[in-house]
């Protein structure tokens, strides 16, 4: 099928996904290039943004214009996104109306009001970034979160392997404890053009195990 594009990343709960579509993106303006740090490989590049917690802001075929990642906002790169406790409404403590009530929730970017994580290491190899940054709590304005998060990206052949690390430690009692909730990682939001989206979390990924489709 001609410009059919097709890509697999790998996560740190083996969760695969795969997007296809015939369409093309729009361009996007980026920061700076020290900002933007590139990796390709003759297959893929990889782009991560150091003014967003290192977060993935570009992937598509080696040369290719089309950038699969919708970054429309700071919610939507490829990223990190954690949610933890009940959920609360703090707006007099500076709450997003929009996301009252909400839980404890590190995102990897920024918070709702834009104001950015802050990175705290940087390393390239030839293949590999790795980044460490303070997330921020989404819904709040300007609260970064008691934890660090760390991420491990690598590009093999065609693959994108991608390894978080969340390390908490949290003084605030405010969301209480013992709470089951689904976790949103990655949080991915592609781009309009893409129809489908694969996901796998079982424990046989390339097995030919069930998974699931996501239309839009």
């Given at each position: 099928m001609k410009n059919l594009l097709s890509l697999i990343l790998i996560l740190p709960v083996v969760a695969t996904i795969a997007f296809t579509s015939l369409a093309q993106t729009n361009k996007r303006g980026e920061p700076a290039?020290?900002?933007?740090?590139?990796i390709d490989n003759g297959r893929l590049t990889l782009?991560?943004?150091?003014?967003?917690g290192g977060a993935i802001c570009w992937l598509s075929y080696?040369?290719?214009e089309r950038n699969l990642v919708n970054i429309a906002d700071e919610g939507r790169y490829i990223q990190q996104s954690y949610y933890a406790g009940k959920s609360l409404d703090?707006?007099?403590?500076?709450?997003?109306?929009?996301?009252?009530?909400?839980?404890?929730?590190?995102?990897?970017?920024g918070d709702a009001f834009r104001n950015r994580a802050?990175?705290?290491?940087?390393?390239?190899?030839?293949?590999?970034?790795?980044?460490?940054?303070?997330?921020?709590?989404?819904?709040m304005n300007n609260h970064p979160?008691?934890?660090?998060?760390?991420?491990?990206?690598?590009?093999?052949?065609?693959?994108?392997?991608?390894?978080?690390?969340?390390?908490?430690?949290?003084?605030?009692?405010?969301?209480?404890?013992?709470?089951?909730?689904?976790?949103?990682?990655?949080a991915v939001y592609p781009i309009s053009a893409l129809s489908n989206l694969y996901t796998y979390t079982g424990s046989k990924p390339f097995a030919s195990d069930t998974y699931r489709i996501w239309r839009w």
């Open positions: 290039e020290a900002k933007i740090p590139v782009k991560l943004d150091l003014t967003r080696s040369g290719s703090r707006r007099e403590e500076g709450q997003a109306p929009r996301w009252s009530p909400w839980t404890w929730n590190p995102i990897q970017v802050e990175i705290l290491d940087f390393k390239k190899t030839e293949n590999t970034m790795y980044i460490k940054c303070i997330p921020m709590q989404w819904d979160a008691e934890a660090e998060m760390e991420q491990w990206t690598t590009l093999d052949g065609s693959v994108l392997k991608v390894r978080n690390r969340l390390s908490c430690h949290r003084t605030d009692r405010i969301y209480g404890d013992s709470i089951s909730r689904d976790q949103e990682l990655p």
